[in-house]
T-cell receptor, first 114, second 109 residues
Framework: DGGITQSPKYLFRKEGQNVTLSCEQNLNHDAMYWYRQDPGQGLRLIYYSQIVNDFQKGDIAEGYSVSREKKESFPLTVTSAQKNPTAFYLC?????????????FGSGTRLTVV | GQNIDQPTEMTATEGAIVQINCTYQTSGFNGLFWYQQHAGEAPTFLSYNVLDGLEEKGRFSSFLSRSKGYSYLLLKELQMKDSASYLCAVNSGNTPLVFGKGTRLSVIA
């Protein structure tokens, strides 16, 4: 069955460390997205990519970086420049030729700074 | 700019009907989605509206009025498992979906 997989489910980071969140999809979707979710804030877009080797900043890209070397993979790095990284991170993908189907989401990664 | 408004919280009784409203102001419009999200889990697709009117799917229905920038999600015969957050999202064109902050629904006995 096709789907989108995020790992790990829980991640703990020490202050000053960079961490990378994994997102892999086997849906053959062109577009992939990273959202951050905080209590009462809804989903806020960090980065998105519509094609391999290209990506765009979202509303809250500062302190984050991404790469899109393969269609299936869109890892997110939370750098030490991100001052308040504790949040729930959601990865999603979509078929740009079938916009009515919306997004398929991964199960999320909960990042905590310790 | 892009703006989507939903009530923050709602409470309803098991077996009842609840309507969750969503108003939007976006630079373009190419469809509106409703997602359900249980705490700590991924959002899951509920409905999609691109034309005015009501779309019914079992206990859930979604309505759209493009002229008013308004949608609602109607949940009938509420069950305890319907306790979740409901997210309204607008496709404003060739850009990522814009999400509202979500409505947290609590179903009580």
């Amino acid at each position: 069955d096709g789907g989108i997989t995020q790992s790990p489910k829980y991640l703990f980071r020490k202050e000053g460390q960079n961490v990378t969140l994994s997102c892999e999809q086997n849906l053959n979707h062109d577009a992939m997205y990273w959202y951050r979710q905080d209590p009462g804030q809804g989903l806020r877009l960090i980065y998105y990519s519509q094609i391999v080797n290209d990506f765009q900043k979202g509303d809250i890209a500062e302190g984050y970086s991404v790469s899109r070397e393969k269609k299936e993979s869109f890892p997110l790095t939370v750098t030490s420049a991100q001052k308040n990284p504790t949040a729930f991170y959601l990865c999603a993908s979509s078929d740009l030729t079938a916009s009515s189907r919306g997004y398929t989401f991964g199960s999320g990664t909960r990042l905590t700074v310790v | 700019g892009q703006n989507i408004d939903q009530p923050t919280e709602m409470t309803a009784t098991e077996g009842a009907i609840v309507q969750i409203n969503c108003t939007y102001q976006t630079s373009g419009f190419n469809g509106l989605f409703w997602y359900q999200q249980h705490a700590g889990e991924a959002p899951t697709f509920l409905s999609y509206n691109v034309l005015d009117g009501l779309e019914e799917k079992g206990r859930f229905s979604s309505f759209l009025s493009r002229s008013k920038g308004y949608s609602y999600l109607l949940l009938k015969e509420l069950q305890m498992k319907d306790s979740a957050s409901y997210l309204c999202a607008v496709n404003s064109g060739n850009t990522p979906l814009v999400f509202g902050k979500g409505t947290r629904l609590s179903v009580i006995a």
